[in-house]
């Protein structure tokens, strides 16, 4: 069974400091996604990035960067020069198997609460 | 934004009663998925449709029913609403594509119903 666990329940950090979410995935697949998504206070679910298991390539968009490990089984996110805005629920999530059906049903980890204070 | 709207946004009703969720869909998407959010657990998988009329279970099904009979719409009902079905739900859509590499596009969600039973 596919796993996703998110060990940090909550971090609190000041504006400007640079964060690490930490995400740690297990399946017994070789073909899955691994997700993560933003959900503020508003509630609703941003889809932040996917990243298929043969790209183990690192990814940036702006203040984010995202490092995908299968050796350590890690996607972890972390953000540069942290803002109010990035105040907000964190999910990661994975994906078992390629595409169709399969691909929608995620298993998510439970969530890192990241509170940014000015 | 993804076309995905949920109706209604937010719902109150006793045990016992029936209650239906709609989700809407402007995407033409084929794949729709019903989760709900709880403290804790991050988000679960419900019931997932890969088509019209075709329906499967998640990981929570029980006490909780599907119906898709368009493309646009997807209903989940809870036949007699328990409180532990207090909860937010959240509809998501997907497609999968076959053109030069085949691929799902991204999982979007809805911004959710809270749904309380007293």
């Known amino acids: 069974a596919q796993k996703v666990t998110q060990a940090q329940t909550e971090i609190s950090v000041v504006e400007k400091e640079d964060v690490t979410l930490d995400c740690v995935y297990e399946t017994r697949d070789t073909t899955y996604y691994l997700f993560w998504y933003k959900q503020p206070p508003s509630g609703e679910l941003v889809f932040l990035i996917r990243r298929n298991s043969f790209d183990e390539q690192n990814e940036i968009s702006g203040r984010y960067s995202w490092n995908f490990q299968k050796s350590t089984s890690s996607f972890n996110f972390t953000i540069t020069a942290s803002q109010v805005v990035d105040s907000a629920v964190y999910f990661c999530a994975l994906s078992e198997n390629a595409g169709g059906t399969s691909y929608g049903k995620l298993t998510f980890g439970q969530g890192t609460i990241l509170t940014v204070h000015p | 934004d993804a076309g995905i709207t949920q109706s209604p946004r937010h719902k109150v009703t006793e045990t016992g009663t029936p209650v239906t969720l709609r989700c809407h869909q402007t995407e033409n998407h084929r794949y729709m998925y019903w989760y709900r959010q709880d403290p804790g657990h991050g988000l679960r998988l419900i019931h997932y449709s890969y088509g019209v009329k075709d329906t499967d279970k998640g990981e929570v099904s029980d006490g909780y029913s599907v119906s898709r009979s368009k493309t646009e719409d997807f209903l989940l009902t809870l036949e007699s609403a328990t409180s532990s079905q207090t909860s937010v739900y959240f509809c998501?859509?997907?497609?999968?594509?076959?053109?030069?590499?085949?691929?799902?596009?991204?999982?979007?969600f809805g911004n959710g119903t809270r749904l309380t039973v007293t």
């Open positions: 998501a859509i997907s497609e999968f594509f076959m053109v030069q590499s085949s691929y799902n596009s991204p999982l979007h």
